[in-house]
């Protein structure tokens, strides 16, 4: 028995009923995670119980609350609906929750096909891929398991295993969990991630939430602390960035006041193309040390690894 919605047979007619949505809201899902692997434990010690007939009865027993709750969610999920137009906004909702997502998944109720969630998780993540100068493409989909491929000049660039190790993984983790894993062709090092394995390197990646940054305006740059590391966060044509506050050619900090028409310039002069995952304007063996930002729902997180 298994509570992963990578593993879990989803056959449900009545996930045929209820037509697909999008554009919603996405929620952390560490804690859930943390607590789907404690009743996934529980469950594999009633599958370990010796004694075939207690084996028996304490899994009839799982099988029977999760049909209840299964049929509960799925009765939900039909009157939401079938509330008007109110009711249409909160089932979009709903089935974009991250939590509720997941229980969806579990009992086979999902309205949207993995392929879809999948395109849109790559949809969210590309404005970032983008703004190092490259792209992601889903190749194939097959048994759950996708082919992804790296495009542009960010497969050259020293960030992109972390663009992909991170922004790429937990946007997939939160919209597919249960694509079983995926492997992308392009990188600088060859990237294989694996959704059901219990590896601690494919434990979901952490965010730090940042205040006061989404309204940051077009050419500015902050200098701001967080958890002990200096960071630099500009907006250029637009788009977020976040780097490491240390020029890696002379070891200075850089000022409030280092933006110059999209390039970071240290106290004496050096210069980085902040579009560019940081790279060295005149010595391309020079890069910045780039963070990996999302802005989801108007909040700006990164993740400092």
Same mark, same amino acid.
């Given at each position: 028995m298994s509570l992963n919605p990578a593993t879990h047979d989803h056959t449900n007619p009545v996930s045929q009923t209820i037509p697909p949505k999008s554009n919603g809201a996405v929620r952390p899902i560490d804690e859930l995670n943390e607590q789907g692997r404690r009743v996934q434990e529980l469950v594999d010690q009633v599958d370990a119980v010796a004694d075939p007939a207690t084996r028996a009865l304490l899994q009839d027993c799982l099988q029977s609350v999760l049909a209840l709750h299964g049929q509960g969610l799925a009765q939900v999920l039909q009157v939401v609906q079938d509330s008007g137009y109110e009711g249409q906004k909160v089932f979009d909702r709903l089935i974009h929750d991250s939590v509720v997502r997941r229980l969806l998944l579990i009992h086979g109720l999902h309205p949207v096909n993995l392929e879809a969630r999948l395109l849109e998780a790559l949809d969210k993540v590309r404005p970032y891929m983008e703004s190092h100068g490259g792209n992601v493409e889903l190749i194939s989909l097959v048994n759950d398991k996708a082919c992804l491929r790296l495009q542009g000049t960010c497969k050259s660039c020293p960030s992109s295993a972390i663009t992909l190790e991170l922004a790429v993984r937990h946007a997939i983790?939160?919209?597919?969990?249960?694509?079983?894993? $995926?492997?992308?062709? *392009?990188?600088? @090092?060859?990237?294989?991630l694996d959704q059901t394995s219990s590896d601690a390197k494919f434990q979901p990646a952490s965010w730090t939430l940042l205040e006061d940054l989404a309204q940051l305006n077009n050419?500015?740059?902050?200098?701001?602390?967080?958890?002990?590391?200096?960071?630099?966060?500009?907006?250029?044509?637009?788009?977020?960035?976040?780097?490491?506050?240390?020029?890696?050619?002379?070891?200075?900090? $850089?000022?409030?006041? *280092?933006?110059? @028409?999209?390039?970071?310039?240290?106290?004496?002069?050096?210069?980085?193309?902040?579009?560019?995952a940081g790279a060295g304007v005149h010595n391309l063996d020079l890069h910045l040390d780039p963070f990996p930002l999302l802005v989801e729902n108007g909040r700006v997180k990164v993740s400092l690894r």
């Open positions: 983790e939160e919209a597919c969990p249960d694509l079983i894993g $995926f492997e992308v062709e *392009g990188a600088v @090092e060859p990237t294989t050419d500015n740059l902050r200098v701001i602390e967080t958890k002990g590391i200096s960071l630099l966060i500009c907006k250029v044509n637009e788009n977020l960035y976040a780097y490491r506050n240390l020029c890696p050619a002379c070891g200075l900090a $850089f000022k409030s006041d *280092g933006l110059e @028409e999209g390039q970071l310039k240290c106290p004496i002069g050096h210069r980085y193309d902040a579009q560019r």
